[in-house]
């Protein structure tokens, strides 16, 4: 039930694009990102509801697949402060629970 | 301060003890969820409250954990007879309803057992 996450890990250079993909086997209501860096709490970054929306925050934008069950999280000229481990949530339709995927890690370096 | 709230922040204990944490959500949320974390992965959900009512705990838990939410305010956690497999950080997170709503993280319990 947990969504897989692709890939693991990323390593960036300041200005470069990434992207991050999340994949249910479930069919999904909703998708949440979060970005988590060490030692603190996962921090929201977007929700996308089901109907194939696309959103963006600043240089982050995502796009979520509702027949594929996929979202991905677009990172465009990436940033130090970017670095962290990203966690996709997949809420499944009449569940009120939030499944985090298995993570990526993110390192940004000047 | 208006953010999620959890006590302790760490935890240590010897195998065999209870412990018991707690979260304080932010007013009016009435979605309280708990979830594990070990380094490295995501978090695991543990069980979930709407209002004072746990509507669902995850049957991976097993029976030594056990969590109240009296009043529909403030959450517990509780842990019997601890064992080394439960360290981890332990977070709340909580939000105003549900699906399209965005979760509030507390900063976690990091729970080590010796």
């Known amino acids: 039930q947990q969504p897989v996450q692709s890939p693991q890990a990323v390593i960036l250079r300041e200005g470069e694009d990434a992207v991050i993909n999340c994949s249910s086997s479930k069919a999904l209501y909703s998708v949440h990102w979060y970005r988590q860096k060490h030692g603190e709490a996962p921090v929201f970054l977007m929700i996308l509801l089901k109907g194939g929306e696309q959103k963006g925050h600043e240089k982050i934008s995502a796009s979520f697949n509702e027949k594929k069950q996929q979202s991905s999280l677009y990172l465009t000229a990436s940033q130090l402060s970017y670095s962290g481990t990203y966690f996709c949530?997949?809420?499944?339709?009449?569940?009120?629970?939030?499944?985090f995927g298995t993570g990526t890690r993110l390192q940004v370096f000047p | 301060d208006t953010g999620v709230s959890q006590d302790p922040r760490h935890k240590i204990t010897k195998r065999g003890q209870n412990v018991t944490f707690r979260c304080d959500p932010i007013s009016e949320h009435n979605r309280l969820y708990w979830y594990r974390q070990t380094l490295g992965q995501g978090p695991e959900f543990l069980t979930y409250?709407?209002?004072?009512?746990?509507?669902?705990k995850s049957r991976l838990l097993s029976d030594r954990f056990s969590a109240e939410r009296p009043k529909g305010s403030f959450s517990t956690l509780e842990i019997q007879r601890t064992e080394q497999g439960d360290s981890a950080m332990y977070l709340c997170?909580?939000?105003?309803?549900?699906?399209?709503?965005?979760?509030?993280f507390g900063s976690g319990t990091q729970l080590s057992v010796l």
């Open positions: 949530g997949t809420e499944i339709a009449d569940t009120d629970k939030l499944i």
């Open positions: 409250f709407q209002n004072e009512a746990q509507l669902e």
């Open positions: 997170a909580t939000r105003k309803g549900a699906v399209n709503e965005k979760l509030f």
